[in-house]
């Protein structure tokens, strides 16, 4: 069935360190993966997304790949800050109906 | 910017009791949904709206639950007969465009049921 899954689920680095988030996705006619930052009690907010036409994405600090064959999509955060810390989640787009299946969450935890 | 608005933020309800969450989405968006996410668990899919109906489900979303759009702006969220299991936090959310929009969420809902 529709299926995400999301690795580690608790992460903590030094600040300035790099953090990596790494998903697999069942359905190989998911074309868009997007990523979420869900901070305590708030809402969760897209920090970056990546259609399936393309293999990278950067945006700033942040980047994501995508291995269509492998089914797989990786968040990297380099020169992590305090600020980072966060759950974070990432996402497949299924079907026409745009609903998105979510993996499971990482708490990132960037220590000062 | 505009964003998706959602009403009560917190609601506590004794079990048994029928439930009515609102949202409106973001005016120039078609597609909405819920999803609801139970307190430190992942976000899960409950419901797409279409075109004044429902365009999927999921296996939670059950006969206790409806929705309704009533009139161009509000979308609403009902829980017949809340169960303490239904206790979480609701979230809605609206896109542009279907399949590879950008969903957008509102701050969402806690439901508490006693």
């Known amino acids: 069935g529709e299926n995400v899954e999301q690795h580690p689920s608790t992460l903590s680095v030094q600040e300035g360190d790099s953090a990596v988030i790494k998903c697999t996705y069942s359905?190989?006619?998911?074309?868009?993966f997007p990523w979420y930052k869900q901070e305590l009690g708030k809402r969760p907010q897209l920090i970056i997304d990546?259609?399936?036409?393309?293999g990278e994405k950067k945006d700033q600090r942040i980047a994501v790949t995508l291995n269509k064959t492998a089914k797989h999509f990786s968040l990297h955060i380099t020169e992590t800050q305090p600020e980072d810390s966060a759950v974070y989640f990432c996402?497949?787009?299924?079907?026409?109906?745009?609903?998105?299946?979510f993996g499971q969450g990482t708490e990132l935890s960037v220590k000062p | 910017e505009p964003e998706v608005t959602q009403t009560p933020s917190h609601q506590v309800t004794q079990m048994g009791q029928e439930v009515i969450l609102r949202c409106v989405p973001i005016?120039?968006?078609?597609?909405f949904y819920w999803y609801r996410q139970i307190l430190g668990q992942k976000v899960e899919f409950l419901v797409s709206?279409?075109?004044?109906?429902?365009?999927?489900k999921s296996e939670i979303f059950d006969d206790q639950f409806s929705v309704e759009r009533p009139d161009g702006s509000n979308f609403t969220l009902k829980i017949r007969s809340t169960k303490l299991e239904d206790s979480a936090m609701y979230f809605c959310?609206?896109?542009?465009?279907?399949?590879?929009?950008?969903?957008?969420f509102g701050e969402g809902s806690r439901l508490t049921v006693l």
């Open positions: 005016s120039n968006h078609l597609y």
């Open positions: 359905d190989s006619a998911s074309n868009y």
């Open positions: 709206f279409y075109n004044n109906e429902i365009s999927e």
């Open positions: 990546i259609r399936s036409n393309v």
């Open positions: 959310a609206s896109s542009e465009r279907i399949n590879t929009g950008e969903l957008f």
């Open positions: 996402a497949a787009c299924y079907n026409q109906g745009g609903k998105l299946i």
